[in-house]
């Protein structure tokens, strides 16, 4: 929360840059407290990775955050949802 999460385009201009790029994981061994900033970041990369055919990787997540993420996962969007 104390330190900025990495711009989602400077994560996209990496991916791009790569050529070689199979998977996208995480590392939050040294986390201590996350709020629902990191959780919106995740959500991008995983559509980002999506998109790019990256094989994308939840397991380095916080366990709340992995269950946040399923739950976000299981309902599709209703169209018109945000209006």
């Known amino acids: ?3 900025q999460l990495p711009s989602v385009k400077e994560v996209e201009k990496q991916l ?3 050529a070689h790029v ?3 994981g995480f590392d939050t061994s040294g ?3 996350w709020d629902s900033g990191l ?6 990369i995983r ?3 999506t998109v790019k055919k990256i094989q994308f990787n939840s397991e380095g997540l916080p366990e709340g ?7 976000a996962s299981a309902v ?8």
Do not use: C
């Not at 955050?65 to 739950?71: F, H, K, Q, V, W």
């Open 39 to 44: 959780l919106t970041f995740v959500i991008k």
């Open 47 to 49: 559509d980002l990775s």
């Open 76 to 83: 599709p969007e209703r169209k018109g949802a945000r209006k």
């Open 1 to 3: 929360m104390e330190n």
């Open 31 to 33: 986390l201590t407290a």
């Open 16 to 18: 791009t840059a790569e």
């Open 22 to 24: 199979e998977r996208v």
């Open 65 to 71: 955050a992995r269950r946040l993420l399923r739950l």
